[in-house]
């Protein structure tokens, strides 16, 4: 069983210019799994079944082994079995009958509403500050993704409904209630933008100084900076106010189906089915609970 593994190593140097660091972890993963093996009696790699490998990954988790870890040890015993198929030392490849465990997606932490206020209840003092802090706004309003807000319109805004129309995966659209707060940062930034744009076929509600919609990159770096601007302690991105929003909101009235509604989700949790709920009642779900979208 060594011989194949001391052949696969120098295959990954060789051919695949693999860096110490790689073929360390690829040499320590497979000599633990081989130690295992052996104790299956298994005396060559083509003895083994996807029951085996199930055992092993079983034997990672008893003994405390994150998930990440256990699918990057079967990850490596996979591409050795590939590799194994390539000089016929095996005829199948019994990890791809073999599942690697679900890998948990850790929400990034949500903002305070007095982190929020920090944010926000700023005097604006340059001219890409009134764009930015309408940016900002709008996505604790909203909770929309990064792509949604970039996507945005002029002609998508609704001032005297409060709402805005938002084209999200999938090309779907969903009407999305915003507040008075975020609709004073957005009417700020239209009185500067009339004064940059001299298209008046441009569309796009947020643009950059070069007069055209505003990218992805550059929202990330916006939001960056203004949260090191105005001093937050972790950094700000767009997903940090969607979680915030939807916290929020779940904190504030309890309603977890409006709230999926709003974040234009088919399945927000997983014990809950997708509902559609009527306009109306999102609105009154939204103004009753969301922090700034109150008059003064």
Known sequence: MQ????????YLESQRRASPATLKTYGLSLAQQQQFFSQLQRSSWSELSASDIESYLMSLKRRGLKARSI????????SFYDYLLRI???????CMQVQAPKL????????DVDSVAQL??????AFLDYRDAAMVELFYASGMRLAELASLNVS???????????????????????????KTAIEAWLVQRRLLVMDEDE?????????????????QQRLKLWGQKHQLSSQLHPHKLRHSFATHMLEGSGDLRAVQELLGHENLSTTQVYTHLDF?????????????????
Do not use: W
């Open 203 to 219: 569309p796009a509600l947020f643009v950059s100084m070069r007069q055209l919609r505003i990218s992805h990159r550059s929202i």
């Open 156 to 182: 998508d805004l609704d001032f005297e409904q409060l709402q805005i129309l938002v084209t999200g995966k999938g090309s779907k659209q969903r009407i999305v209630p915003f507040g008075h707060k975020a």
């Open 3 to 10: 011989s194949c593994v001391d052949s696969f190593l120098s």
């Open 71 to 78: 699918s990057n040890k079967l990850s490596a015993l996979r």
């Open 88 to 94: 016929k030392q095996v005829e199948i490849n019994p």
């Open 104 to 111: 948990d997606k850790p929400l990034p932490k949500n903002l």
């Open 280 to 296: 109306q009642h999102l609105a009154a779900s939204y103004d009753a609970a969301h922090p700034r979208a109150k008059k003064k």
């Open 120 to 125: 926000l209840d700023n005097p604006n003092e």
